[in-house]
């Protein structure tokens, strides 16, 4: 048996249940499942549909970025002035924010579909696919951020005052401003039409880092 949602609990007769809020998110995730040498080195790691393969493998049941990422040091994949932001960040929730998830071990959902629609195509690029999850709520850490916020940081990335506002629980009903509203998530989702996900064939991990992990130095 799979997983089922029955009323604000997802169950399976063999692994338990869980309670599960009720409102259904929507997630652009990456999609790549095949690679070739031709590629290269242009193909970055996080183009590879692991959301997609992972939810698959747990019958929709994803587990937490903390869960997946247990003994790694927390890092970011940006480089420049995206990356200095991102550390920033970090720092400044390590110090005042610890109850919220960190934007390096998160889930970055959206509140419905138009607006993750829309943010696919104006913002993401790359071969993306758009699904729609439900959080649970088990020890789940959820922030809700005003994007806006970060796109200033990225232009001021040592601007403490900022980063303490993006920090700050995001009002996206005032204004009618949910379109800015990201929803960041460490904890556990469900996809309830993970039977249609892809999966990434170990032949094509192997080629990838064959041809873009470095040799150790000895």
């Known amino acids: 048996m799979s997983w089922e949602i029955q009323g604000n609990i997802l169950v399976d007769i063999a692994q338990g249940s869980y309670e599960i809020n009720s409102h259904e998110f929507w997630y652009v995730v990456p999609a790549r499942t095949h690679y ?3 590629d290269g080195k242009k193909v970055r790691p996080l183009e590879f549909a692991f959301v997609l393969h992972n939810a698959h493998l747990g019958k ?15 890092d970011t994949q940006k480089g420049g002035v995206g990356r200095n932001t991102e550390i920033f960040l970090e720092d400044v929730r390590t110090e005042l924010f610890q109850e919220h998830p960190s934007r390096l071990r998160c889930y970055f959902l959206n ?9 696919m195509n104006d913002i993401l690029r790359g071969n993306k696919k758009l699904v729609r999850c439900f959080i ?7 922030h809700f951020a005003d994007n806006r916020i970060y796109e200033q940081l990225e232009n001021n990335p040592d601007d403490k005052n900022l980063a303490i506002r993006y920090w700050q ?4 009903q005032k204004n009618n401003s949910s379109h800015n509203l990201e929803i960041l998530v460490d904890g556990p989702l469900y996809f309830p039409d993970w039977e249609t996900f892809p999966t990434i064939s170990q032949d094509t991990m192997m080629s990838w880092q064959v041809d873009n992990m470095a040799a150790p130095k000895k």
């Open 169 to 172: 629980t995001f009002d996206y």
């Open 111 to 119: 509140l419905d579909k138009d607006i993750a629609t829309r943010r």
């Open 60 to 74: 929709g049941l994803l587990p937490s970025p903390t869960t997946i990422l247990e003994g790694m040091e927390p």
């Open 36 to 38: 070739q040498a031709l």
């Open 136 to 142: 649970v709520s088990n020890n789940t850490k959820i």
